[in-house]
């Protein structure tokens, strides 16, 4: 069964420094990995995915995030944190032989101090 | 596009009553999910509708919460009786039938319905 390790439950960054949050997954197959972001008292929102093509995906607001499968990791990364970045972060994974359903992580709270 | 729509946004609730949330999915899409996501926890999967027939349910709790989905598009989660640990919020998600083409296994989601359980 495929499963996400989230780590660091909390994360604290000032405006302008660079926000990085750590994912690996486990699968015995390749999986679709996925970075959701959670507003207060919204859903969830696609922030980017990797499908198998390029390893160093961009996503919006300046996000990104590189696959690394001999690490089995998808770090999210964003150069330069903004104000409006604060909000909760989940890494999900998708496999197919496993009937198309989203396992997320325990999910990551990025606050960000001006 | 409209999104996919969910109501009520809020419910608040004693115990051992009962709650009924609704889903509309985006147009077209076959399969829909319903997570429950306690506070500080990642969405847990409850259950997986394929049009109107049930892929995976093995994380609902049968003996309390049941879910349809009659005609195959809007899709009702119910739960009778409520418990304490039944506060969270319940998000309805929705994609494309199939792994393959834009969908890439993108879900798409709803704002989610909160329910408190006093």
């Known amino acids: 069964a495929q499963s996400v390790t989230q780590l660091g439950s909390h994360v604290s960054v000032s405006e302008g420094a660079l926000v990085l949050l750590r994912c690996n997954y486990s699968s015995s197959v390749p999986p679709y990995l996925f970075w959701y972001v959670q507003y207060p008292n919204q859903g969830l929102q696609l922030l980017l995915k990797y499908t198998s093509a390029a390893t160093l995906v961009k996503g919006i607001n300046g996000f990104e995030a590189e696959f690394k499968k001999s690490e089995t990791s998808f770090h999210l990364t964003k150069p330069s944190a903004h104000m409006s970045d604060a909000a909760e972060y989940f890494c999900?994974?998708?496999?197919?032989?496993?009937?198309?359903?989203?396992?997320f992580g325990g999910g990551t709270r990025v606050l960000v101090k001006p | 596009e409209a999104g996919v729509a969910q109501s009520p946004r809020y419910k608040i609730i004693e115990k051992r009553q009962s709650v009924a949330f609704w889903c509309n999915p985006i147009?077209?899409?076959?399969?829909l999910y319903w997570y429950q996501q306690i506070l500080g926890q990642g969405p847990k999967l409850l259950i997986q509708?394929?049009?109107?027939?049930?892929?995976?349910d093995s994380q609902l709790p049968k003996d309390r919460f049941s879910a349809e989905r009659l005609k195959g598009v809007d899709s009702t989660l119910k739960i009778q009786p409520a418990k304490l640990e039944d506060s969270a919020v319940y998000l309805c998600?929705?994609?494309?039938?199939?792994?393959?083409?834009?969908?890439?296994?993108?879900?798409?989601f709803g704002e989610g319905s909160r329910l408190t359980v006093l």
């Open positions: 999900a994974v998708n496999i197919k032989a496993a009937g198309n359903k989203l396992t």
């Open positions: 509708f394929q049009n109107n027939g049930v892929v995976d």
């Open positions: 998600a929705s994609t494309v039938q199939g792994f393959s083409g834009r969908g890439g296994g993108e879900l798409f």
């Open positions: 147009s077209g899409h076959a399969t």
